[in-house]
C-alpha cells in the first residue's frame, strides 16, 4: 500500500528511511523538500539519486491539501480546501508588516453563536494536526511563488480549538520545528470562546502562544444569547481563566469582541466591558461584524464604533479596532465552505 509522507515528523521519516535501507540524513533532505520548498513529487527532489527517486514514487506519496476553489479581493484571499475528504476554509491577509494566515481546526463548529456562520451546519470532525499544517503549507507555496512568506498563525477560522485540543498541541509543535516552516510560538494566536478547563491545560503546556477569548458581549444575559457556550463558562469564569493564563505565561490576553448594531455597541455596554476587565493584563479586539448570509446582524456605524472606543480608552483599557478584511468575498468564517455545501445540495 502506498504510504502518504506529508505531515510525518523528522523521526518517522528517518524510521522510513531506515525501513528500506537508506541513511537518516535523507529523512531531512525529504522534510525540506515537501515543507519548506514545497516540492510534492519525488521526481523534484534533485538532490536524491534517480533510483532512490523511482523507488520513494512506487512506495509512497506526497498528499498535501487539495484547492477547490478561492476567492480574491486585494488584500484577502480565501481558499476552501480538501483534506482527507473534508473540505474547510483558511485564509490568508495582506498586512503591512507581513502575511498572516487564519485557519481552521475542525470541519464545522458546534459552538452555536449566534452571529456566526461556522456554525450553520454543525460540526463534522475534529482536523487533525497533519491537516491544519496542512492549511498553512499551502499557503506558504503560494506565497513563496512571489517570494514571500507566511510571517503569522492565527487558529481563529471555523471550530473551536480548545474543544480540538492534542491535535491544536500536536500543530502548533509541528509548526515550530525548524524542518518543517520554523514559525514562532510568538507568531501564533489561539482563539477559544472559553473552554475554560483547556484555557488552563494550554497555560500548563508552557507553549508562549498568544491566547485570544471571544467574549463578545460584557454581561451574562447578553452572551448567553448570543454565545450558548456561556451557558457552560460564564463571563466571570471565563476572565478569571485569561486572568491565570496571563499570569501563568506572562502574555498579555486579547479579547475579541464583535460589535453588533443595536445589540452590543452602546457605550453603556462599553462602560460594563471596561469594569470586567479592570486589572486584567489584556486588551480588547474590536472587531464590527462582517454580515452573514441569513443572519440580520449589521455592523454600526463609523461614529458608534468610534464612541466605544472612547469609553474604553478613557477607563484605561486598551483597544483596537480589526482592520476590515475580505468583506467584500464574504471573508467571515465558514461562508464559503456553507455556499458549497449548498451547491452540493442542490446538484
Same mark, same amino acid.
Not at 474590536?286 to 456605524?301: A, C, D, Q, T
Not at 461614529?303 to 472606543?309: A, G, P, Q, S, W
Given at each position: 500500500m502506498i504510504k502518504n509522507l506529508f505531515g510525518l515528523t523528522l523521526e518517522q521519516l528517518q524510521s522510513e528511511?531506515? !525501513?528500506?535501507?537508506? =541513511? =537518516?540524513? %535523507? @529523512?531531512?533532505?525529504? @522534510? @525540506?523538500?515537501?515543507?519548506?520548498?514545497?516540492? &510534492?513529487?519525488f521526481d523534484g527532489m534533485n538532490d536524491l539519486s534517480k533510483e532512490l527517486r523511482a523507488r520513494l514514487s512506487e512506495m509512497y506519496s506526497i498528499e498535501p491539501a487539495r484547492l477547490i476553489t478561492q476567492l480574491n479581493s486585494p488584500s484577502t484571499t480565501k481558499f476552501l480546501l480538501e483534506l482527507n475528504g473534508a473540505r474547510v476554509e483558511?485564509?490568508?491577509? *495582506? &498586512?503591512?508588516?507581513?502575511?498572516s494566515v487564519c485557519i481552521s481546526s475542525q470541519v464545522g463548529c458546534a459552538m452555536g453563536c449566534a452571529f456566526c456562520a461556522s456554525t450553520l451546519n454543525g460540526c463534522q470532525r475534529n482536523l487533525t494536526a497533519v491537516e491544519m499544517l496542512a492549511q498553512v503549507v499551502f499557503i506558504n507555496d503560494r506565497l513563496r511563488a512571489e517570494s514571500q512568506k507566511v510571517d503569522s498563525i492565527v487558529v481563529m477560522g471555523t471550530g473551536e480549538p480548545l474543544q480540538n485540543f492534542d491535535n491544536l498541541i500536536g500543530f502548533l509543535k509541528m509548526i515550530h520545528e525548524p524542518y518543517t516552516l520554523g514559525m514562532s510560538y510568538r507568531r501564533i494566536v489561539v482563539s477559544t470562546c472559553g473552554i475554560v478547563p483547556n484555557i488552563d491545560r494550554l497555560a500548563a503546556s508552557d507553549i508562549p502562544i498568544t491566547l485570544s477569548i471571544s467574549l463578545h458581549a460584557p454581561t451574562d444575559e447578553l452572551r448567553s444569547q448570543l454565545m450558548p457556550i456561556?451557558?457552560?463558562?460564564?463571563? =466571570?469564569t471565563v476572565v478569571e481563566a485569561g486572568g491565570r493564563y496571563a499570569d501563568r505565561t506572562g502574555r498579555r490576553v486579547t479579547y475579541e469582541y464583535i460589535l453588533i448594531d443595536g445589540v452590543n455597541d452602546s457605550t453603556e455596554h462599553a462602560r460594563q466591558l471596561a469594569t470586567l476587565l479592570k486589572n486584567?493584563? @489584556?486588551?480588547v479586539n474590536?472587531?464590527?461584524?462582517?454580515?452573514?448570509?441569513? =443572519? !440580520?446582524? %449589521?455592523?454600526? !456605524?463609523k461614529? *458608534?464604533?468610534?464612541?466605544?472606543?472612547t469609553v474604553l480608552e478613557s477607563r484605561g483599557l486598551g483597544s483596537t479596532v480589526r482592520k476590515e478584511f475580505g468583506a467584500e468575498i464574504d471573508a467571515a468564517c465558514g461562508q464559503l465552505r456553507n455556499r458549497d455545501l449548498s451547491a452540493k445540495v442542490m446538484k
Open positions: 528511511m531506515q !525501513s528500506i535501507g537508506q =541513511k =537518516k540524513f %535523507r @529523512a531531512g533532505q525529504i @522534510a @525540506a523538500w515537501i515543507y519548506q520548498r514545497g516540492v &510534492h513529487s483558511c485564509v490568508l491577509m *495582506r &498586512h503591512d508588516y507581513g502575511n456561556n451557558r457552560t463558562f460564564d463571563i =466571570k486584567q493584563l @489584556a486588551n474590536l472587531i464590527p461584524i462582517n454580515p452573514v448570509e441569513g =443572519k !440580520s446582524f %449589521r455592523r454600526p !456605524s461614529e *458608534r464604533i468610534k464612541d466605544f472606543v
